[in-house]
């Protein structure tokens, strides 16, 4: 799809009836004029992508017709974040919102607020298709969505979390019991933030059943599933609280991601660990085998080969129609605004070309500077330095394109 010349959303555009799986769906038609926007945030799920304009408002698009759609229905945002299927932000109050499928309480409330499409053979699921507030007095100053669960935090760097607890992700060993009519019985979950069981944070990252945190004292921890080495603890153990990040590091960019993390240290070199499958730690070897057959994963961090420093870093979601399903790739901005990604490419996520995996950051040459990144299943986006958003690809090799498409 050709680079368009304006980073601008055009006057007019239309978005297609879509399963709820795309945060900010619809199930009609709309067509809406929409003002000229600049961008201050992109983030990405699966094939799908939303991005936060300058004025608060907040827009989403997907890969069969990347036409934003307005989903913030007057709501002002000062930050967005999506994962898989749900996408949450806070209003300049600090107010949480969350919207999307809401199958174990991740959107922070249990109420039945609608059925959105899930498949193609018409299986249904409790969802929000708008911003619906957290259940909660709580004010924060961010948040982060995982796969079924999500994080904020407060002023003071107090950590809360809600909805699946199944592997640890929420960060307590308080017994949570979920209420809710779709959950599996004797599943952990809860549509109340809980506080988290450990220091206090100044950021957080929430991966498909793991998160992360910085500490004040610029160390790493994890917790919830230890799958693959995730953790980066040392082992493949999950923990239902805060557990250092081996290795002794600072960090100053923690990024949580499907079955890997990685991290920006305080020095700017980068470090992953976790799954390996698809060369996404950016390390050929092989530290051990764990969780599936032939699966490569590194149990502490790896420093990325090199003397390039970055100022931000990003890890796919794991994409489940990979060889193996704990794959993904991974992105880091320069502060030159230069983009490096390694990782699986089966779909052009490392910006085309015939490589199928690769362990060396491979530059894409964009048009222009980035100056913030993320990844999605499929799909890596940037917000650019003139407030435009540049996207890379959402399943099929195409050319970088610029987000409105004209």
């Known amino acids: 799809m050709p680079i368009s010349s304006s980073g601008r959303l055009p006057t007019l555009f239309l978005a297609a009836a879509v399963a709820c799986l795309t945060p900010g769906c619809t199930?009609?038609?709309?067509?809406?004029?929409?003002?000229?926007?600049?961008?201050?945030?992109?983030?990405?799920?699966?094939?799908?992508?939303?991005?936060?304009?300058?004025?608060?408002?907040?827009?989403?698009w997907r890969a069969?017709?990347?036409?934003?759609?307005?989903?913030?229905?007057?709501?002002?945002?000062?930050?967005?974040?999506?994962?898989?299927?749900?996408?949450?932000?806070?209003?300049?109050?600090?107010?949480?919102?969350?919207?999307?499928?809401?199958?174990?309480?991740?959107?922070?409330?249990?109420?039945?607020?609608?059925?959105?499409l899930v498949s193609g053979n018409g299986v249904t699921a409790s969802c929000a298709r708008g911003p619906v507030a957290v259940e909660t007095s709580l004010r924060f100053s961010a948040i982060q969505t995982g796969g079924n669960h999500t994080c904020a935090l407060t002023d003071t760097g107090e950590a809360y979390c809600w909805g699946l607890n199944i592997s640890g992700q929420l960060g307590t060993t308080a017994e949570l019991m979920c209420d809710h009519q779709e959950a599996p019985e004797g599943f952990s979950c809860t549509p109340r933030p809980v506080a988290v069981d450990g220091p206090t944070f100044t950021s957080l990252s929430t991966g498909n059943a793991h998160t992360c945190?910085?500490?004040?004292?610029?160390?790493?921890?994890?917790?919830?599933?230890?799958?693959?080495?995730?953790?980066g603890t040392g082992t493949t153990d999950n923990a239902a609280t805060p557990a250092l990040v081996a290795g002794d590091l600072t960090f100053q960019q923690l990024s949580a991601g499907g079955s890997h993390t990685c991290a920006i240290a305080a020095d700017g070199s980068a470090y992953c660990w976790g799954s390996n499958a698809d060369l996404q730690v950016g390390n050929k070897e092989t530290e051990r085998a764990c969780g599936y057959q032939l699966t490569r994963c590194f149990t502490t961090p790896q420093r990325l080969a090199g003397a390039r420093r970055y100022v931000a870093i990003a890890a796919s979601d794991a994409p489940l129609g990979s060889g193996t399903p704990l794959g993904g790739h991974t992105c880091a901005l320069t502060a030159e605004g230069r983009v490096f990604c390694w990782g699986l490419n089966e779909a052009g996520q490392l910006g085309g070309g015939s490589q199928l995996r690769s362990a060396i950051p491979l530059e894409l040459h964009i048009e222009e500077t980035l100056s913030s990144i993320s990844a999605g299943r499929f799909n890596t986006c940037g917000v650019t330095d003139s407030r435009s958003v540049v996207c890379w690809n959402f399943g099929s090799p195409l050319e970088t394109w610029k987000v409105p498409v004209s």
């Open 213 to 231: 945190g910085i500490a004040a004292d610029g160390r790493g921890y994890c917790w919830g599933s230890g799958g693959s080495g995730r953790l």
């Open 64 to 116: 069969e017709l990347p036409r934003p759609q307005r989903v913030s229905e007057g709501t002002r945002f000062q930050s967005i974040s999506t994962f898989l299927t749900h996408t949450c932000g806070l209003d300049e109050a600090g107010i949480a919102y969350c919207w999307g499928l809401n199958t174990f309480g991740q959107l922070g409330t249990m109420e039945t607020l609608d059925r959105c």
């Open 27 to 60: 199930l009609d038609w709309i067509t809406e004029n929409a003002p000229d926007v600049s961008y201050a945030a992109v983030t990405t799920g699966n094939q799908f992508a939303c991005g936060l304009t300058l004025e608060g408002d907040v827009y989403c």
